[in-house]
């Protein structure tokens, strides 16, 4: 499932599962101005994802995640997403919310999460147990994601930035 997404700049979106574990993935790519722009400090950049649930994914499944994540930032200063999500199941099952959020290497989705790599590795990234973890969404008692968060180490764009690779929403998480 692919999605044109126009905010600023170009971007486009794709949200597939391959597994029984009900996972999602967003892919970005977007082109920005040259590094060597004389104004590139100064310069906001954004990109926003438009996530809806994959058609080719059974309707059976737990969630049913539809939204939107937005980003911003100025230069190479901190990356700002917000989360605009709807469409997590909210029965006693999934009582606990969580649902970690991962960058992984590849944008790949050609064979679902088969082809999406190892979890990414930035050399600017604090010391986690798994270095592109971003940490645990929470969905309300309405099942809604309604957050934003900053990172210091991420960028939009650069060799070691988002774009070409893929963000996963991971079913269980802690």
């Known amino acids: 499932m692919n999605a044109l997404i126009v905010l600023g700049l170009a971007a486009i979106a794709g949200l597939a599962s391959a597994s029984a574990r009900n996972e999602a993935n967003v892919n970005i790519y977007l082109h920005l101005a040259d590094d060597d722009d004389s104004d590139y400090a ?17 309707g059976t499944l737990h969630h ?19 989360f605009h999500l709807t469409g997590f199941n909210t029965s006693e099952d999934f009582a606990a919310h ?15 999460c088969d082809t999406i790599g190892e979890l990414y590795h930035n050399e600017h990234a604090p010391d986690h147990a798994e270095p592109g973890d971003l940490g645990d969404l ?19 764009g650069h060799k070691d930035g988002v774009l070409g690779r893929s963000l996963h929403r991971e079913n269980l998480h802690t």
């Open 64 to 82: 049913r995640v539809h939204g939107s994540i937005e980003m911003h930032q100025r230069g190479d200063g901190p990356l700002s997403m917000s």
């Open 98 to 112: 969580n649902h970690g959020l991962q960058i992984h290497e590849y944008g790949d989705m050609e064979h679902g």
């Open 138 to 156: 929470h969905d309300d008692e309405h099942g809604e994601v309604n957050s934003t968060r900053t990172f210091n180490w991420l960028t939009i």
């Open 42 to 58: 100064n310069t906001m950049h954004y990109a926003q994802c438009e996530m809806e649930p994959n058609a080719f994914m059974p």
